[in-house]
């Protein structure tokens, strides 16, 4: 039996729409075209791959099977094309961030492979990212690989990048913006705000969970999330709540931010991407990852410092555990738990 690419990238593109109309919009074709392929397909293979109805479309059990190795097959499909032919397409990597600075990671590799594209977005949160991945709309990505659910990063590869201190952002004339830093035992008379409304970074909400369940502090209500610096310093002056933030953001007008101590939390941030993903682009981020994290020793545990466990549990995974790199104190272990 031969199983033809485009009737395997129709079934995907069904697959991850559910919806006959959105996925021949998204390969721009007609629908009649779509339902011919998917009814093509189904009969070489013998199996019904959907469950359709007026109202839905649902993946039958066959078509579950199926999906994850079409899209393997389909992965390698296009990676033989572009090698014989020597036409690769940009790298796409969401910075996860606001703002228009790279980071580092993204200018060495621009050095280290000169001949790849690689295009730079700056729409942050790595949830979204990650189902940008999954549809193939992105490539690359960077933020908090353990906060995502485990249904979501399967299928998804993730190299540790940094551990970033974390630190509150607050009004300028916020309380706490008259302290240095703030002990996590002063932070515990303020509710956090941990960008729970967001759905693009639900990975940081759940450091948000896991910091409070550690330390006795209280989560602020969510509310609708920010777009851009200057609508974050007006966020926070509508709110006054302390926004959980790592200690490196800044640029918010009318904000300061205040490192968070005793102990120092801290987040890991991963360069996450598909298992399938092979481009030089790719290459290049992991040399460039790997020569920074050397040099600047960011793997390096503040001293009496704390990590969520599940953090802690991909670096030992990835050989960078509590033995590694660790300056004297070390990481405080987690209470309770």
């Known amino acids: 039996m031969d199983l ?4 395997l990238r129709v079934f995907v593109t069904v697959a991850e729409e559910l919806h006959f109309g959105r996925a021949a919009a998204r390969l721009y074709v007609a629908q009649q075209a779509i339902s011919r392929d998917v009814r093509r397909l189904e009969e070489q293979l013998g199996e019904a791959l959907f469950v359709r109805s007026t109202r839905r479309v649902e993946l039958t059990p066959a078509g579950v099977r199926l999906l994850s190795g079409a899209r ?12 014989v032919s020597g036409a690769r397409g940009p790298l796409l990597v969401d910075v996860n961030m606001q703002g228009h600075e790279l980071p580092l990671p993204l200018v060495r590799a621009r050095e280290l492979a000169p001949g790849a594209e690689i295009l730079a977005r700056f ?10 991945m999954r549809e193939g709309r992105l490539d690359v990505s960077f933020g908090r690989f353990a906060g995502l ?20 952002l607050v009004p300028e004339d916020h309380p706490l913006a008259a302290l240095e830093e ?16 967001n759905p693009a970074t639900t990975e940081w909400a759940d450091l948000g969970e896991r910091l409070a369940e550690e330390f006795g502090l209280t989560l602020a209500t ?32 009318g904000a300061v931010v205040r490192p968070l101590v005793d102990p120092v939390p801290l987040a890991l941030e991963n360069l996450v991407f598909p298992e399938s993903l092979r481009h030089p682009g790719r290459d290049a981020l ?21 990590l969520p466990e599940a953090d802690e549990a991909l670096l030992r995974r990835s050989g960078h555990g509590a033995g590694n790199d660790r300056l004297q104190g070390g990481l405080l272990p987690a209470r309770g738990r």
């Open 4 to 7: 033809h690419p485009r009737l």
């Open 182 to 197: 703030v002990p996590l035992g002063v932070l515990a008379d303020f509710p956090l705000d941990a960008m729970a409304g």
């Open 222 to 253: 969510p509310h609708v999330p920010p777009v851009g610096s200057h609508e974050m310093g007006l966020y926070l002056q509508r709110h006054r709540e302390p926004v959980l933030a790592t200690a490196k953001v800044g640029g918010i007008p």
């Open 123 to 132: 729409h942050g949160g790595l949830a979204s990212g990650a189902a940008a």
């Open 286 to 306: 992991l040399q460039a990852v790997t020569e920074l994290r050397s040099v600047g020793h960011w793997l390096r545990r503040p001293l009496h410092s704390w």
């Open 149 to 168: 659910p485990a249904h979501v990063r399967k299928g998804l590869a993730q190299v540790p990048v940094r551990l970033d201190p974390l630190a509150v």
């Open 72 to 83: 393997r097959l389909l992965a390698l499909h296009d990676e033989l094309v572009a090698e």
